[in-house]
T-cell receptor, first 110, second 114 residues
């Protein structure tokens, strides 16, 4: 059974601080990794994708991938109240589908 | 200019009824998906079609039947609705089937079975 695990939270972070979201997955052969953001009552929207070990930066967001340790993380710098949402980690285990984690609920405290 | 659209947005119905949800994408993508998100926010794939061909069929009761009349449309018909079918159903699409493909989600259909 291929699984993706996330801490469900809630994770509370003061405005302006760095929010760190973590995700682990069960299969070393996994090839692509995605972070989606989902506001309450809305659909998931893609924040970042990462395919190679290391860091990938896009604005205030940095995705970090460590395939040897089977984890992927998302850092949000200078957190804003608008970043309050559920963050879903998704992994493609080398087949045609994405397997999602249960999501981490992030709250940014003004 | 909606990329992935679904109708209806809300669906409230009685147990035992049959209902359909429709999805359309105007992105020119080849692959479309149906996901179910339960009350705990767990998002799980149900079906995937690539250019009208079924390629993923997860362990879903056969009361659920997808249909893709063309590659821009993927509908979901549910027979004999049960209380446990209450969830949010998301349609998604991607350019093609593949390991690194980004999926774009529709707004969701909130189904409540009474």
């Amino acid at each position: 059974q291929k699984e993706v695990e996330q801490n469900s939270g809630p994770l509370s972070v003061p405005e302006g601080a760095i929010a760190s979201l973590n995700c682990t997955y069960s299969d070393r052969g996994s090839q692509s990794f995605f972070w989606y953001r989902q506001y309450s009552g809305k659909s998931p929207e893609l924040i970042m994708s990462i395919y190679s070990n290391g860091d990938k930066e896009d604005g205030r967001f940095t995705a970090q991938l460590n395939k040897a340790s089977q984890y992927v993380s998302l850092l949000i710098r200078d957190s804003q109240p608008s970043d309050s949402a559920t963050y879903l980690c998704a992994v493609n285990f080398g087949n045609e589908k994405l397997t999602f984690g249960t999501g981490t609920r992030l709250t940014i405290i003004p | 200019d909606t990329a992935v659209s679904q109708t209806p947005k809300y669906l409230v119905t009685q147990m035992g009824n049959d209902k359909s949800i429709k999805c359309e994408q105007n992105l020119g993508h080849d692959t479309m998906y149906w996901y179910k998100q339960d009350s705990k926010k767990f998002l799980k794939i149900m079906f995937s079609y690539n250019n009208k061909e079924l390629i993923i069929n997860e362990t879903v009761p056969n009361r659920f039947s997808p249909k893709s009349p063309d590659k821009a449309h993927l509908n979901l018909h549910i027979n004999s609705l049960e209380l446990g079918d209450s969830a949010v159903y998301f349609c998604a699409s991607s350019q093609r089937t593949g390991v690194g493909e980004t999926q774009y989600f529709g707004p969701g259909t909130r189904l409540l079975v009474l």
